[in-house]
């Protein structure tokens, strides 16, 4: 299966061949010729499998055939793409530049936290896709700088998150400003009731689809957890990231004052990291992300909020410093990795406080996370009940001893388990 025998037309066709893409993923191949053929969808698939451009290309081709069949040009916003925070928005209208460079379209993005001169600009020249968070978008309707009465296409990305976030009402209100003609597309990580609810009210006759379902973690993510006394996760985590094998990683935290905490050791350890949360500034934050993609730091440490939308290519590790309270978060986490196939790691600590959190997260799973029980900060308490112990793969003596040696020198003591 190629994007071409889903009908996509050649101006994206051969931006997705400048991008490297020829074969759509499940949600694409099965979401595209929905949107395509003007049906309201309901689309559950969890991080990592491709829902941006399964609806991101249909929307394009959509809009740039009705502006070939144009008679005079229209400066209304035809789109609108709802997105819970301010890195997915930007990431989207990321997508929407790369998939849509050939057809002419125009793209902005607004979001809250910086100043909105530069976005009510990008708007009064005229926009055809317009991407925003509910807070700034209601702002700018406030203050009449956006009209939604023109939209034909509404897509919801992330509804599970906008619940999270106490985003429903914001939504409704804009619901309330789009035309009741339209297509809507809602995309959720999730079906659960508050979420079908939610689309029962801005759907008709919608098709439903589910790739993969947020129980499921992707096949090319290896799991493991270290049992370790609270005290000493800070130490652990020095140990292993002094690991020249581990490139790059993203490591999660339950708290704001936990991330900043934690990005603070590393760096005095001598591990370049950085934190990301709510309450940093929007510049801190890209200027962040845009270091981690770059490789300019080697760790970003992040709340789930925060981290909702990253997507950082060949991210090989994710580390769950903190094991998060709800099951399904686990799932979106360590799907950070993982991604288009290729390989990736994701370890969590857990203290004896979050063994029920654990326990949650593999029946959830329904399997059981393997155990590194061999470690400098093991406690015999926490030792892991006897469950099977990780089981490392690949014979790589000579980057083994590198890191040994690395790891003697900076923490003072040989890494007893690789990963």
């Known amino acids: 299966m190629s994007f071409q025998n889903l009908n996509v037309i050649e101006p994206i066709l051969r931006a997705l061949n400048n991008e490297g893409y020829t074969t759509p993923t499940p949600i694409q191949e099965q979401a595209i010729p929905l949107v395509l053929q003007r049906k309201d969808l309901f689309g559950c698939a969890r991080t990592g499998t491709g829902k941006t451009a399964a609806f991101a ?3 394009l081709q959509i809009l740039h055939e009705q502006k070939q069949a144009a008679k005079a040009p229209d400066n209304t916003i035809k789109a609108l793409i709802l997105t819970p925070t301010r890195e997915l928005a930007i990431q989207i209208k990321e997508s929407l530049d790369a998939y849509g460079k050939f057809t002419g379209l125009r793209h902005a993005v607004i979001f809250g936290g910086v100043s909105q001169q530069a976005q009510v600009t990008t708007l009064r020249r005229g926009v055809d896709i317009l991407v925003a968070t509910p807070g700034r978008l209601l702002d700018l309707i406030d203050q009449r700088f956006v009209n939604l009465g023109s939209i034909r296409l509404l897509i919801l990305d992330e509804a599970d998150r906008m619940l999270d976030m106490g985003f429903v009402h914001d939504v409704k209100k804009i619901m309330a400003k789009v035309p009741k003609q339209r297509q ?26 589910e790739v993969t379902p947020v129980s499921s973690t992707a096949e090319t993510v290896r799991q493991a957890v270290y049992f370790v006394p609270k005290t000493s996760k800070q130490s652990l985590l020095k140990h292993l990231l002094a690991d020249t094998d581990i490139p790059m990683a993203l490591v ?27 309450n940093k500034s929007q510049q801190a934050r890209q200027t962040a992300l845009l270091k981690f993609r770059s490789r300019q730091i080697q760790v970003l440490v992040a709340t789930d909020i925060a981290a909702r939308g990253i997507d950082i290519d060949e991210l090989s590790h994710v580390i769950n410093y903190d094991l998060p309270e709800v099951a399904e978060t686990y799932v979106h986490r360590i799907g950070r990795t993982g991604r288009a196939g290729a390989n990736g790691m994701a370890v969590s600590f857990c203290d004896q406080e979050e063994k029920a959190y654990l326990r949650d997260i593999e029946k959830l799973i329904k399997k059981s996370v393997p155990v590194i029980s061999e470690h400098p900060f093991k406690n015999v308490t926490n030792a892991g009940n006897n469950r099977p112990d990780f089981k490392p793969t690949g014979n ?24």
């Open 184 to 209: 809507t597309l809602f995309f959720s990580a999730t079906m659960a009731p508050a979420i079908r609810q939610l689309a029962n009210t801005l759907l008709t006759n919608p098709v439903s689809i």
């Open 57 to 59: 290309i249909p929307v």
């Open 396 to 419: 790589n003596n000579q980057s083994a001893n590198r890191s040994s040696t690395r790891s003697r020198n900076r923490s003072g003591f040989k890494r007893a388990v690789r990963f």
């Open 252 to 278: 999660f935290t339950r708290t704001k004052h936990g991330a900043d905490r934690v990005a603070k050791e590393l760096n005095n350890f001598g591990i370049s990291a950085a934190a990301i949360h709510g």
